[in-house]
């Protein structure tokens, strides 16, 4: 008998190109759909779950001729990611809320509910690679690095990871549009959508104060000495690295180094200051038994991994990097390699000068 797997479909290229891959390898596939109740404005398009994106999933299982199915994870999303994302902010940290999803959504609740429908595992079309043995399951780098999704996953549990599959893992993204064509799906042009799903069109900024307006307090703008140099229009403004929009005029660049929430401050200094030389990482997982000493880390999904040294504690870790590392940002994530293997990761707490 063939496996029953559950595909995680959002009527994008990849998650099409991932069912029609498992249909063509034998698996008896069903689509899922993730309803998330974020709203589209009149004229626009969904970025992950919008009608048009959910009519897309159909088209495509119509033309696979698989079972299609919409589930409603509006309150989840709420509750689990959208809450904990703004409050982060106006704690003066800059969260992922994709490693959030993940975490708690797709491999949280979703895998748990196709488990429960009878589903043996839940397939998405994320580029990475899980290595199952009869004992163990690992997390791997895919083969197309430039694609590489590893570091939006590290947060899965182990049991979670034994029961999902990656059909992208082998492919790049141009194999996928070309395998996608020949199929013949009806969204084998449609474009990519990278920003964050429930961000709507008029920015970041404006979401956070409609949601939390008293964060958005104006305050000073302050060097390491304490001397202000200019005022800020609120803190969830910010970032640390950030350099525009800091409305200061001086002698050379300004970048942001910290948000001092307490005393709703924005420090500010020169490129040199916003470098460190490690990090403190908290709400560790680890998706091997013995994570190593010497590694190499991410601190952003766009960062180079950098070489690195890493004192493993039972709820922190020191990571001291053999370089220096441009803005270390309080609430992104960090994420270890040994080579293509992912160790695991955490939240940064703060950087190590």
Same mark, same amino acid.
């Given at each position: 008998?063939?496996?029953?797997v559950a595909l995680?479909?959002s009527?994008g290229?990849?998650s099409?190109?991932?069912?029609?891959l498992l249909?063509e390898q034998g698996y008896?596939v069903?689509g899922v759909?993730?309803?998330?109740?974020?709203?589209?404005? +009149?004229g +626009?398009?969904?970025k992950c779950?919008?009608?048009?994106e959910?009519?897309?999933?159909r088209?495509?299982?119509?033309?696979?001729a698989?079972?299609h &199915?919409?589930l409603?994870?509006a309150? $989840?999303?709420d509750?689990?990611? @959208?809450?904990p994302?703004?409050? !982060?902010?106006l704690?003066?940290?800059?969260?992922?809320p994709c490693?959030?999803?993940?975490?708690s959504?797709?491999?949280?609740?979703?895998l748990?509910k196709?488990r429960?429908l009878?589903?043996d595992?839940?397939?998405t079309?994320? &580029?990475?690679?899980?290595?199952h043995t009869?004992t163990y399951s690992l997390?791997?780098k895919?083969r197309d +690095?430039k694609?590489d999704?590893?570091?939006?996953?590290?947060a899965?549990?182990?049991e979670e990871?034994?029961r999902?599959?990656f059909?992208?893992a $082998?492919?790049?993204k141009? =194999?996928?549009?070309?395998?996608a064509g020949?199929?013949?799906?009806p969204i084998?042009?449609?474009?990519?959508?990278?920003?964050i799903?429930?961000?709507? /069109?008029?920015?970041?900024a404006?979401?956070?104060?409609?949601?939390r307006?008293?964060g958005?307090?104006a305050?000073?703008?302050v060097?390491r000495?304490?001397?202000?140099i200019?005022?800020?229009?609120?803190?969830?403004? &910010?970032t640390?690295?950030?350099?525009?929009g800091?409305g @200061?005029?001086h002698r050379v660049?300004l970048?942001?180094?910290a948000?001092d929430?307490?005393?709703?401050?924005?420090?500010?200094g020169?490129? +040199? =200051?916003?470098?460190a030389?490690g990090?403190?990482?908290?709400?560790?997982?680890?998706l091997? $038994?013995?994570?190593p000493d010497?590694?190499?880390?991410k601190?952003? *999904?766009a960062?180079r991994? /950098?070489?690195?040294?890493i004192a493993?504690?039972? $709820?922190? /870790?020191?990571i001291h990097?053999?370089?220096?590392?441009? !803005?270390?940002t309080p609430?992104q994530?960090?994420?270890? *390699?040994?080579?293509?293997l992912?160790?695991?990761?955490g939240? @940064?707490r703060g950087?190590?000068?």
């Open positions: 008998m063939s496996k029953k995680a479909l009527g290229v990849d099409s190109t991932a069912a029609w249909k008896d069903v759909t993730m309803c998330l109740g974020i709203p589209v404005a +009149e +626009e398009r969904g779950c919008g009608p048009q959910i009519e897309d999933a088209r495509v299982c119509q033309k696979l698989i079972p &199915y919409v409603d994870f309150d $989840e999303l509750s689990m990611v @959208i809450q994302f703004v409050s !982060a902010y704690q003066g940290r800059t969260p992922n490693v959030e999803c993940n975490r959504l797709k491999f949280g609740s979703l748990h196709v429960a009878g589903f595992c839940l397939a079309g994320h &580029y990475a690679r899980v290595e009869a997390l791997r895919p +690095e694609k999704q590893t570091y939006f996953l590290y899965m549990g182990k990871l034994r999902v599959l059909p992208l $082998e492919y790049s141009a =194999e996928v549009r070309k395998l020949w199929a013949g799906l084998a042009e449609k474009p990519d959508s990278q920003d799903c429930f961000i709507p /069109a008029d920015g970041l404006s979401f956070l104060h409609r949601r307006p008293e958005f307090s305050g000073d703008i060097d000495t304490g001397r202000v200019g005022r800020h229009r609120g803190l969830p403004f &910010y640390v690295g950030q350099r525009g800091l @200061i005029s660049p970048y942001v180094l948000l929430v307490p005393g709703n401050r924005l420090l500010v020169e490129k +040199e =200051e916003v470098r030389m990090l403190i990482a908290e709400h560790l997982n680890l091997v $038994e013995r994570p010497r590694a190499t880390a601190i952003r *999904y960062h991994a /950098a070489p690195c040294r493993w504690k039972k $709820e922190r /870790a020191a990097f053999d370089t220096p590392q441009e !803005a270390v609430g994530s960090v994420v270890v *390699y040994d080579g293509d992912v160790v695991g990761g939240i @940064i950087a190590i000068s």
